[in-house]
């Protein structure tokens, strides 16, 4: 096979054309079978076209020694090294519903292109989907090219891996891996093994484990699982497994709470302000009982309060200005009184008629919108 027809130009190609014109990304199809080929150029030989992936239907399949040569061309896109191969279609459809309810730049282009790479590979979903939106999709959809995609897919599964948003990463680490992006394969596993993590043990009851689930959840929880860390802490302070103890449960809580794990969070605050404060050498200080207030999403006037009264933490009027300030934004009346309070005497900050005035008529306003209601 010496010729192919090429998408971009709507016509057959010679591969002395591509060679004098320099193409490096030999995006062609088979003129008869419409599967993709690659330009070949040996060294003291002609170049010529050879099909991508062998072919038996297909009469041009043995032109030229083509189907001998079973080498991939590996190419750098965006620094993700990218291997020339066949994208299962159900991963790439996958993909495509992903993209589409994603808001990462062009996701409505990636994912129409991602529709068309699998409806030529047979899937009937993509197809049925692309008729019904685009009717005669070949000729209407604009496409791109595959390694792009791939790397797109990296790009966003591995940040939301990073986030540890497990299910949504794997339909863009199964294309990369399928891509032969390096490294995707493995984040792919690791990404399959934490969601299940995540959906086994998120709904088992702690007093149900059994010592090998502490053990499992210990694992998981020094590789850096938070959702891990919070569970073994857990069910070490709870002691139900046959496996107590309050110096580790505590230490793996906090863990979680310094991971971003907003459960954990909140039993650090249930704990503080039932009046178990730690265990040694593992306290929750007043600054981690602040940090796990900030970190669940607690009422903002409650943090502000103990910002400004200073009995728990060190006082920090600023600080506590903002989140009186969040308050109002929320509709707290009190927020409203206390910065109409602090502007009005001065309290840590210069003192301000003008913004004490400002902050009283918003607290009425509330308080007579609440009547109205």
């Known amino acids: 096979m010496d010729y192919a027809f090429c998408p971009e130009l709507k016509r057959n190609v010679g591969a002395d054309e591509v060679k004098r014109y320099g193409y490096s990304r030999c995006h062609f199809i088979c003129p008869e079978c419409k599967k993709p080929v690659l330009y070949r150029d040996w060294d003291n030989s002609r170049p010529y076209f050879a099909h991508a992936k062998h072919n038996p239907r297909c009469s041009r399949s043995t032109t030229s020694g083509g189907t001998m040569f079973r080498k991939m061309d590996i190419r750098e896109y965006g620094n993700f090294p990218v291997m020339s191969t066949d994208i299962d279609h159900n991963h790439m459809f996958d993909l495509a519903r992903a993209i589409e309810r994603s808001g ?3 996701a409505d282009v990636i994912s129409r292109s991602c529709y068309i790479h699998a409806a030529r590979k047979g899937n009937e979903r993509a197809i049925t989907y692309l008729y019904n939106r685009f009717g005669n999709y070949a000729s209407k959809v604009p496409e ?14 591995r940040k939301l891996y990073d986030d540890e948003r ?17 490294g995707a394969s493995e984040l792919l596993r690791l990404s399959k ?4 993590i995540d959906r086994e043990l998120s709904v088992k009851p702690i007093q149900d484990m059994v010592p090998e689930d502490i053990e499992s959840l210990r694992h998981c929880a020094k590789k850096g699982h938070t959702t891990a860390m919070r569970l073994l802490g857990l069910a070490l302070l709870d002691g139900s497994a046959a496996i107590a103890s309050g110096v580790q449960g505590m230490k793996w809580l906090i863990s979680a709470h310094e991971g971003g794990d907003v459960e954990a969070s909140k039993k650090l605050v249930e704990l503080y302000e ?6 040694k050498p593992f306290i929750i200080t007043p600054d981690i009982y602040l940090s ?5 999403s607690a009422d903002p006037y409650k943090i502000g309060k103990i910002l400004f009264d200073g009995k728990i933490v060190k006082r920090d009027v600023p600080r506590a200005l903002e989140f009186f300030m969040k308050a109002s934004e929320e509709g707290d009346v009190r927020g409203d009184r206390m910065l ?5 005497f001065g309290d840590g900050v210069e003192a301000s008629e003008e913004k004490a005035t400002y902050w009283k008529k918003e607290a009425e306003k509330k308080t007579l919108e609440s009547k109205r209601w």
């Open 193 to 196: 093994n934490r969601a299940e």
């Open 274 to 279: 039932s009046g178990m404060k730690g265990v």
């Open 166 to 182: 497990y299910p949504e990463a794997t339909p863009y680490l199964q294309v990369a891996a399928d891509g032969k992006v390096l």
């Open 292 to 296: 796990s207030l900030i970190n669940s």
């Open 104 to 106: 990462i730049n062009g």
């Open 340 to 344: 109409s309070s602090i502007y009005a």
């Open 144 to 157: 791109l090219e595959v390694e792009d995609v791939v790397r797109v897919a990296y790009k966003e599964g």
